[in-house]
């Protein structure tokens, strides 16, 4: 079965730095879009940032781009978001989700498109 798993959120100082993981299994990576999700109390979930397809292909919001990184590491069947220069609007729950047939750049931050979630894991930025 479809399963995805995130891991290591927590709390961290404005400007600092955290990497999250997506534990999948159920399936290959290679044939899915994985997308990372945030939700903040009282705001629409939003699409941060995605890995698409065979070649790897990612997309990013404009709110995050250059600070954030998205990767795979297939032999583990994980997706990571490497987190840099954090703001206090990052913080949120961020959620892994999956989508097949891959996703391109119109489409992949529509989360009502996805049936496949983590189970979230808290990002708070705060001095």
């Known amino acids: 079965q479809v399963q995805l798993v995130e891991s290591g959120g927590g709390l961290v100082q404005p400007g600092g730095s955290l990497k999250l993981s997506c534990a999948a299994s159920?399936?290959?990576?290679?044939?899915?879009?994985i997308t990372w999700f945030r939700q903040a109390p009282g705001k629409e979930r939003e699409g941060v940032s995605c890995?698409?397809?065979?070649?790897?292909?990612?997309y990013y919001a404009d709110s995050v781009k250059g600070r954030f990184a998205i990767s795979r590491d297939n032999a583990k069947n994980t997706v990571y978001l490497q987190m840099n220069s954090l703001k206090p609007e990052d913080t949120a729950v961020y959620y892994c989700?999956?989508?097949?047939?891959?996703?391109?750049?119109?489409?992949?931050?529509?989360?009502?498109?996805?049936?496949?979630w983590g189970q979230g894991t808290q990002v708070t930025v705060s001095s």
């Open positions: 890995i698409s397809g065979p070649d790897g292909s990612t």
């Open positions: 159920g399936f290959t990576l290679d044939y899915y879009t």
């Open positions: 989700a999956a989508h097949t047939p891959p996703l391109g750049p119109d489409v992949w931050g529509r989360s009502g498109w996805y049936g496949n």
